[in-house]
């Protein structure tokens, strides 16, 4: 009897962690992909050492702006006009969210990087943080390094009205 009811609790918490590995991305347009941890993983990658409270770690990850293109947010140069006026909102399942404009996330706009990290000192996230936590490279405290992350929405914030800037 103890091993059944043992049993129908896995099988009951299976979809739930296999849920937890995976992100829910929502585009501009409305538009939900969710995006495994496998996917992120595949990504191209990149790593950067950061002081959090006194403590440091060198993350590892995906950019941002390259996980938010699986949902068809504009990169590189495609990333202008009516595209600036777009915000991102990260949010976690301990209810914590933050908010970065969609342009701050390109490396052609930004020096430093912000991404979706899955990785800490080379190993997976522990469960504290993970296993998704955005992390903002160069910010002075760690207020935008959101953990825990499960899902991403794109906001368009602009008005579709004037007209477009020359210099972007």
């Known amino acids: 009897m103890r091993l059944a009811v043992l049993l129908a609790a896995a099988a009951i918490l299976a979809p739930a962690s296999a849920l937890a590995q995976s992100i829910a991305i929502k585009g501009s347009t409305g538009q939900i992909v969710t995006v495994t941890a ?3 993983a595949k990504l191209p990658r990149v790593s950067f050492l950061f002081d959090a409270h006194g403590q440091k770690h060198t993350y590892e990850g995906p950019l941002l702006l390259d996980v938010l293109a699986k949902a068809g947010a504009p990169t590189g140069k495609d990333l ?4 600036l006026a777009n915000a991102v909102v990260v949010r976690a399942s301990d209810g914590y969210a933050v908010v970065y404009g969609l342009a701050e996330l390109d490396p ?3 020096a430093n990087r912000v991404i979706l990290a899955d990785k800490a000192d080379g190993a997976a996230l522990d469960a504290k943080d993970g296993p998704f936590k955005v992390v903002a490279e160069g910010d002075l ?3 935008r390094s959101a953990r825990l992350v499960t899902s991403i929405e794109i906001v368009n914030l602009g008005s579709g009205r004037g007209t ?3 210099h972007d």
């Open 108 to 110: 052609g706009t930004r």
């Open 164 to 166: 477009p800037h020359s």
């Open 80 to 83: 202008h006009g009516p595209a």
């Open 141 to 143: 405290r760690p207020a």
């Open 38 to 40: 496998a996917e992120v």
